[in-house]
């Protein structure tokens, strides 16, 4: 293999989706239009509804006829039976979970399958994302390799709104202490913890959004990949305490951009959204915050009190309606 072959990085797109097959559509074009690295496509459908599985099968179908679909046995299986053509690349593979187990746990199928392909760094990108620069691949994979302390790289991401969500912070015992009384304009859309960038040039960063992000291969490998014990939300929290842990570095990427399409509220039950927060994040502070005994107290008495006034408040909005 020649010194520019080997210098071409293989990235993998991961990107799991649960009944998001309109914005998947969008996207998916703009994965495989990547230039300046060799690359493979991995949808992982986290068990959408049936009426959703079957517009991803028609289209894609229709888009990329040799796209290797089927549940993850099966394509880990023509993988394996041809190693040569599952590697090539711009290969597109669509792979149907049987169960949904949350986003970490969706997501490590096409990251494993990643690891299997050769990849040498994987994108999670939602399908909500919108990424038109046609070498931001190419782009984030040359900070991220640039120092093998780079676990993460992240580009800037800008919401709908204008609204810069990268990159983050943790928030502090007392701000979270407080938070049931800042829930208003904290929940899902604030951006209270997002920090200046300051700068153009790539920076180690404490946090950055796990809506889109290049990660190393070799690490995820390291650390067994992403941790399955939260189902949704606190996996950036998690993911940055254990690149810590082993010291590594998450780096942002401030002129590379990618647009985040979200809108809030579009659907979910918002009631079992706040359930699955108050439990991820209190796996996260007993895991790994570091906090004394005394602060866990405090905190999940903290979270108690904001599920209490979240029931109330649905109660009372029951009522009125």
């Not at 993988?79 to 040569?84: L, Q, S, T, V």
């Not at 990949?225 to 998450?250: K, M, P, Q, T």
């Not at 647009?259 to 579009?266: K, L, M, N, S, T």
């Amino acid at each position: 293999m020649s010194e520019t072959a080997k210098s071409i990085r293989h990235v993998a797109s991961v990107v799991l989706t649960y009944n998001s097959d309109e914005d998947l559509f969008v996207l998916l074009p703009q994965l495989v239009r990547q230039e300046g690295i060799r690359s493979s496509l991995i949808v992982v459908d986290n068990a959408s509804a049936p009426e959703s599985v079957r517009r991803i099968r028609e289209w894609t179908s229709l888009n990329y006829p040799d796209a290797v679909v089927g549940p993850s046995e099966d394509v880990q299986a023509w993988a394996e039976a041809h190693p040569e053509e599952a590697r090539t690349s711009g290969r597109v593979f669509v792979i149907f979970n049987r169960e949904n187990r949350g986003y970490s746990a969706g997501n490590n199928v096409g990251l494993r399958f990643a690891g299997f392909l050769g990849a040498d760094a994987a994108l999670i990108a939602n399908p909500d994302m919108r990424i038109e620069d046609t070498r931001f691949l190419a782009r984030l994979a040359e900070p991220l390799f640039a120092d093998e302390r780079h676990c993460v790289a992240a580009s800037r991401v800008v919401g709908l709104d204008g609204k810069d969500q990268n990159p983050q912070r943790e928030p502090s015992f007392w701000e979270e202490l407080l938070w049931p009384a800042q829930y208003v304009r904290r929940w899902f859309g604030f951006s209270g913890y997002v920090t200046a960038s300051g700068t153009t040039e790539p920076r180690a960063v404490p946090k950055v959004s796990g809506c889109c992000l290049l990660l190393r291969l070799s690490f995820l490998k390291e650390v067994g990949f992403l941790d399955e014990n939260v189902f949704l939300y606190c996996e950036e929290a998690i993911l940055a305490a254990r690149i810590r842990s082993i010291g590594g570095r998450i780096v942002y990427v401030p002129d590379v951009t990618a647009v985040h399409a979200h809108r809030y509220g579009a659907k979910g039950n918002s009631a079992r959204h706040i359930e699955f927060f108050v439990q991820s994040r209190g796996y996260y502070l007993r895991t790994y915050s570091g906090y004394s005994p005394a602060q866990l107290t405090a905190l999940a008495l903290s979270y108690r009190m904001l599920q209490y006034a979240l029931s109330l408040k649905q109660q009372l909005s029951a009522r009125g309606a």
